[in-house]
């Protein structure tokens, strides 16, 4: 009999410490949980692991102290995410679907493209699938070229009719337009002469003239040729 009651009691230990052991196991591996993988979606220009290693959260890390706010802010600062969405779901995978940031012109210099946006910065596409963007050739001061996009945005003829710009430090902005006209802009007071040649654009002058010199304020020098001066 007592040796039967022995038998009984430590059946039932071995079973309560096989449970406890595998409860311990899943709460241990359930506060172990990591960020298996991260995925990122809908990237066409942009490689992968540029996103990964502009982002503090990595594949491994704790599930549980996933902060959601460091991860919005990571991504805000990619020049070249326009928006994004991403979820965590409960298996761990962390997925961040992406919508890329439109180049505003490609700069052309030494044969090489770079794509820029409207404040000048350079971004970072491994692949190119634009196409009619706005060229601009020679040295490029960011600050000036973010004035000029200013005082553009004004006017709509020059994000329809500008093929073109070439920048001349201390000389101005020369502007080839799609219609083989040529502008020549000056580097201060922008947004004054685009104003005066959008009123030139809607008379006969513009029609009978081809190159417009508007460098030197308050006044404008013509000329008929039939083709733009070469850049």
Not at 18 to 24: H, K
Not at 27 to 48: G, H, M, P
Request: net charge positive.
């Amino acid at each position: 009999m007592r040796k039967l009651l022995f038998f009984s009691v430590t059946s039932i230990s071995v079973i309560f410490i096989l449970f406890n052991s595998s409860i311990v196991e899943k709460v241990s591996s359930r506060f172990n949980k990591t960020i298996y993988d991260i995925k990122i979606n809908n990237i066409e220009n942009l490689q992968e692991d540029y996103i990964l290693s502009n982002l503090r959260i990595k594949k491994g890390d704790s599930f549980w102290t996933f902060n959601s706010r460091k991860l919005k802010n990571d991504l805000k600062e990619i020049k070249e995410v326009e928006n994004f969405f991403f979820n965590l779901n409960s298996t761990g995978l962390l997925e961040i679907s992406i919508e890329e940031r439109k180049p505003h012109m490609v700069w052309i210099k030494s044969d090489r493209l770079y794509y820029l946006d409207e404040n000048g910065n350079i971004l970072n596409f491994s692949k190119y699938s634009f196409s009619n963007l706005t060229e601009i050739r020679g040295s490029i001061e960011k600050n000036k070229l973010q004035e000029f996009n200013k005082a553009a945005k004004k006017y709509d003829f020059l994000s329809k009719k500008v093929s073109k710009i070439f920048y001349s430090q201390n000389i101005g902005w020369k502007v080839y337009l799609f219609d083989r006209k040529c502008l020549f802009l000056p580097e201060k007071e922008i947004d004054k002469v685009l104003g005066i040649f959008n009123k030139i654009m809607d008379s006969e002058i513009y029609n009978k003239y081809n190159y417009f010199d508007m460098r030197i304020l308050g006044r404008i020098y013509l000329n008929n040729e039939n083709k733009c001066l070469s850049f």
